[in-house]
């Protein structure tokens, strides 16, 4: 008999015959371990995980969001064992609430600030270090949401607001 049960941010595996019983412990999402973030930023408003398949190991991003403007970005590589490793942890801070968080198709990052609007990170190998702010995004009211978008000169984006402003970028 083999049982899966998954406990928030471990996987226990259980294998069990009538002769052994074995159970491992695996963390499977060690970005989400720690919650004392929310006892000091308050409420984890937005969230996007990307997973890169790369030829010598698998790598996942996770970038968090808060209700005071911190957000935070995870490198984690997945490891043979199906357990994870941190890799690199990079914070940002913003002066809103932190409203939508999108990974495009192309591996680039989008972090949208309720008033400020939405910044575009192009190398998330140095995690928020390389940034440039989305024209135009912070002309409308607050943006809310985030969706890729494919049009026919290729792949692009689409910045929603609380006043049903749509703004569509590539």
């Given at each position: 008999?083999?049982?899966?049960?998954?406990?928030?941010?471990?996987?226990?595996?259980?294998?069990?015959?009538?002769?052994?019983?074995?159970?491992?412990?695996?963390?499977?999402?060690?970005?989400?371990?720690?919650?004392?973030?929310?006892?000091?930023?308050?409420?984890?408003?937005?969230?996007?995980?990307?997973?890169?398949?790369?030829?010598t190991q698998t790598i996942r991003y996770s970038c968090i969001g808060y209700e005071d403007g911190y957000c935070v970005l995870f490198r984690i590589r997945i490891n043979d064992n199906e357990s994870c490793t941190v890799l690199n942890t990079w914070e940002q801070y913003y002066s809103a609430?932190?409203?939508?968080?999108?990974?495009?198709?192309?591996?680039?990052?989008?972090?949208?600030?309720?008033?400020?609007?939405?910044?575009?990170?192009?190398?998330?190998?140095?995690?928020?270090?390389?940034?440039?702010?989305?024209?135009?995004?912070?002309?409308?009211?607050?943006?809310?949401?985030?969706?890729?978008?494919?049009?026919?000169?290729?792949?692009?984006?689409?910045?929603?607001?609380?006043?049903?402003?749509?703004?569509?970028?590539?």
């Amino acid at each position: 008999m083999m049982e899966y049960r998954d406990y928030h941010q471990y996987l226990y595996i259980a294998v069990v015959s009538s002769e052994y019983c074995i159970v491992t412990k695996k963390t499977i999402a060690p970005e989400f371990v720690n919650q004392s973030e929310m006892a000091v930023h308050g409420a984890a408003l937005a969230i996007d995980i990307k997973i890169f398949e790369e030829p010598t190991q698998t790598i996942r991003y996770s970038c968090i969001g808060y209700e005071d403007g911190y957000c935070v970005l995870f490198r984690i590589r997945i490891n043979d064992n199906e357990s994870c490793t941190v890799l690199n942890t990079w914070e940002q801070y913003y002066s809103a609430t932190v409203s939508s968080i999108l990974f495009l198709k192309t591996g680039e990052l989008l972090i949208a600030a309720m008033w400020e609007g939405v910044t575009f990170y192009s190398d998330l190998s140095n995690g928020f270090s390389k940034a440039e702010f989305v024209k135009e995004s912070d002309n409308y009211d607050a943006v809310t949401s985030l969706c890729n978008a494919k049009r026919l000169d290729g792949t692009g984006f689409c910045v929603g607001t609380f006043g049903k402003m749509l703004l569509v970028r590539y």
